[in-house]
């Protein structure tokens, strides 16, 4: 039974990628420092195929004892979106990059390691130029501290010369939506839900710009895929996570929230520029892989909706639900 290492497992993706592991029949352990508590993985404590060792990434000899009986590593760990680098540069870089770089390199050094998988972003296409769809050779034009650091450890990663038998492996993210154990509503699906299903007036500026979206299960399920997967098919490669059908505008994405709440109200603001503004094609995967989505936004949206009706969380505008 292998043992997976995931960095970040506490967060709103890593949260639900040890829950799958562990249902899987992996034994799993993880890092955290557990900046938004722990609560998100209290339900696998009890797991004998289960681990959890609070710390900090950057903490060399902690990792070295934490990876010496680890088998591969999902690299989840990171501060988390532009405007969370934008507040603490300094953190963003010293965790982002230098915590990364450091653990991939004691990845290189432990002959036990022998997959590192690197979550990385779509942001990192910046904004595409033109109206194609960008792929995983297109250009990258980061425009946030975020993607800076994401583009500058992919090309770390595979500029390296990697030891034989480790395969490394890029995952760029679509933007994630959906309920996790590790609830976030500061991201742009869960947001507009919450807010439309509160009857709040939902402002929505630049209406036309593009993104691709992907529900954290399915982002989740990547990377299990890419454990699993053929050595020569995924070692120093990059995929593009998500669907090619999954691209919306914000202002389609309000459309179909709105569908769902009665009397939404909603304002467009005309906004010409935006820093970010890319649809994104993800047939690679899928075709290389055989990676294929299990929900869509609509599915997302249905969910964020039925877990504000249970009033399973008590505010779900708590500060706590969002990465700053």
């Known amino acids: 039974m292998k043992k997976i290492l995931v960095t970040g497992g506490a967060g709103y993706i890593g949260s639900t990628l040890c829950t799958l592991l562990i249902d899987n029949g992996y034994k799993v352990k993880t890092v955290d420092y557990l900046a938004f508590g722990g609560e998100s993985l209290t339900h696998l404590i009890a797991n004998t195929n289960f681990e959890f060792v609070k710390g900090d990434i950057r903490d060399a000899e902690l990792m070295r004892n934490t990876m010496k009986d680890c088998d591969a590593i999902v690299h989840l760990a990171a ?31 432990m002959t036990n390691i022998k997959q590192f998988v690197f979550a990385s972003t779509c942001s990192n296409y910046g904004k595409m130029k033109g109206t194609d769809f960008v792929i995983e050779t297109s250009e ?63 402002i929505i500026f630049g209406e036309q710009f593009w993104r691709p979206y992907c529900h954290v299960k399915d982002l989740a399920r990547s990377c299990k895929l890419i454990l699993e997967s053929p050595k020569d098919k995924v070692r120093q490669n990059v995929f593009n996570v998500g669907d090619t059908t999954e691209n919306y505008t914000k202002r389609m ?47 997302g949206v249905l969910e964020i909706i039925k877990a504000l009706e249970s009033g399973i969380l008590s505010d779900p505008k708590d500060k706590k639900y969002q990465n700053i």
């Open 140 to 202: 990258l034009s980061p425009v946030s501290l975020y993607a800076q650091l994401k583009v500058k450890f992919e090309k770390m990663l595979f500029e390296t010369e990697v030891r034989e038998d480790l395969t490394a492996t890029a995952l760029r993210f679509a933007t994630v939506y959906g309920f996790s154990t590790r609830m976030r509503y500061d991201l742009t699906v869960n947001e507009f839900t919450r807010d439309l299903y509160l009857g709040e007036k939902l």
């Open 253 to 299: 994405l309000a459309d179909l929230i709105a569908s769902k709440i009665p009397n939404s109200n909603i304002e467009f603001v005309q906004r010409t520029e935006d820093p970010r503004d890319y649809r994104v094609n993800f047939t690679k995967i899928q075709s290389e892989l055989g990676f294929d989505i299990t929900l869509k936004v609509e599915d």
């Open 79 to 109: 501060i988390v979106g532009d405007p969370a680098c934008a507040k603490q540069p300094e953190l963003a870089e010293s965790i982002n990059w230098g915590g990364s770089v450091q653990l991939f390199n004691l990845a290189q050094e």
